[in-house]
């Protein structure tokens, strides 16, 4: 059974253990105390008519010749006869002399042991049956004179009021506590389901999620309880969740966009060239266009690899202090060529301690993809300034790349590291970019501890910041 | 048949319309979905390839746009977006039928086929007016038992006055379904082509298919 293996159950189950426990424990001590003290109650009561009636036997008014009637002696000292108390005196011998009426044919017995004990002197109590059915409750006193024995005095009660009372809270706690039990094991499972429901519906919600559906909540009814907290806590869980997902799925998506397009165009431009024959030309353009699409494709995956292994952390990185300046001054030197083939300035200009940790090839490559980029986005005669600067106050080095670009407009400047994400996709294709290159560079400063930054104006151009922490 | 290509990739553009084009049909091409919009109300098209990852208008909204104008023009999609939700999308936009990048170009000519054949209303196979047959898939042309070389302008020319057989089809018309953008109609080279087309399928001993509506312009008709 499941049930049985619900906290709900379990929960109730414990409860009332404990329950039965601690109401077990109260009845016991209740039903003890409570014939204890009933019990010393009639023995106290027993005792002082006994000692009256010792007193009175030893009176010089009553005494010596003999037991004055009892019921007479009683009613004198109480005012009554008392009832439901039975009154023997006997003679040192154990012969009886006297009896209160109640008594009549009915004798108390006595024991030898009992006549002896009150020959030395002693008082005893205990608890004889009499006819066999009846409880009676004796005290055994002696009578002294002179140091002497001269008789016993025995006063019974009968126990019949004090064990029915007993036997009545008996049966009172043998029903209440199991009915209690019942009663608390019923409300514990009304409380334990209350309490848990929350859960269950947690439960339900986990599994609706399970099955693929991230858009689901859970309704939090009260925010400041443990379970409204757990709910919460399990609701912004599932809320990053969706998010990354949606990062996943987006990014998929993109990646699979961006190779469809060069596949598209190899796959249409080889069938459409070998449908007929054609010249030589037509041939050798196909080819260098296929290339092209190849060289896209290869790039594409390259950078995708990359950033796939810096997301597993598998990307080994070497740290050692370097110039930075050094290797900007690299790049400006390699990157020349193709200014001067688009007739944009490239300048360089270094200023201080330049010195950080990290690894030199993906520096290069954080400082290359941002020059090439300033590069790709600005016209013939425009300008591009490579610029590395140490702040020692800071300990920082920051890397300046200006150009005098077409800008980018402010509703893209957040996304503009983003994967696949492109100002305009059209231009961006037409000089080969991979929609990756801000992303991995972005990767590699925030790799160095560092951080990339970028301000625009459209028409008037750009500015990528990047800044590393300076090596002492 | 005139078709309309919409797609932003320039080198997927010019293959496509040069695969159309040798395919004999004429070809346009808009870049993205604000040219795309202006060209398909300025020119009676019959067909339109459209991409739907387009700059400035995405292509649901260009196909929204022609559906909104009241233009019936059968629209064939052609996208990397292959999932489910993105095809539903696209055909409940109004687009007639999907291919998903990359596709192969010889699929895309049979579904361009397909949807000029549903748009005529005509079954699948060769067109055929009196003993004159055109073969749409391999461009074959018979008159009676011979076959007729025709050149790539003749052969459109051709297929669009057999799709339009038995109705009058004006030179407008002509210039705009058999010729591209680029054609200049102030000048003679309808008539010109027409009679070309005339001499190698109505030779003389056979009786006369295309004939002249002074004025007005062509029909194609078995008059027997």
Known sequence: MILFKTIKFKMTLWYVVILGIILSCFSLFLYF????SLYKGVDNKIRTMAEIVVSSARSPFGGGAGIADLDQVMTERFGVRPLGRFIQILDESGRIGDRSTNLRDVQIPISVQTLKAASRGATTFETVQVMGKYSLRVVTMPIQENGKMAGVVQVGSSLEGVEEALQQLLLILLIA?????LVASAGGLFLANKVLKPVDAITQIARRIGSGDLSQRIRIKRVNDELGRLAATFNEMIAKLEKSFRQVKRFTADASHELKTPLTILRGEVEVGLKRKRGLKEYQRILGSNLEEIGRMSRIVEGLLTLSRADMGELTMEREELELSAIA????????????????QLKFMDNGFTKVEGDPLLLRQLILNITENGLKYTRAGGEVALKVKGDRDQGMVRLFVTDTGVGIPQKDLKRIFD??????????????????????????????????AVESKVGKGSTFTVTLPMKD | MRILVVEDEKKVASFLKKGLEEEYYAVDCAYDGEEALFMVEANDYDLMILDIMLPKVDGLEVLKGVRDKGLTIPVLMVTAKDSVEDVVRGLDAGGDDYLTKPFIFAELLARVRALLRRKEREPAGELRVADLVLD??????????????????????LEYLMRHANRVVTRTMISEHVWDYHFDPMTNVIDVYVNHLRKKIDPDSAQRLIHTIRGVGYVLQDRG
């Open chain 1, 33 to 36: 105390t409570l014939a204890d």
């Open chain 1, 177 to 181: 506590v199991p009915a209690a039990l």
């Open chain 1, 329 to 344: 001054r690299e790049v400006w030197e390699d990157l020349q060529m193709l200014a001067k083939e688009k007739r944009i």
């Open chain 1, 419 to 452: 994967r696949f994400f492109r100002v305009d996709t059209a231009r961006s294709r037409e000089t080969g970019g991979t929609g990756l290159g801000l992303s991995i560079s972005q990767w590699i400063a925030h790799a160095h501890e560092g951080r990339i």
């Open chain 2, 136 to 157: 749409p898939v391999t461009h074959m042309v018979r008159r009676g038992e011979q076959e007729i070389e025709l050149t790539a302008k003749e052969y459109a020319l």
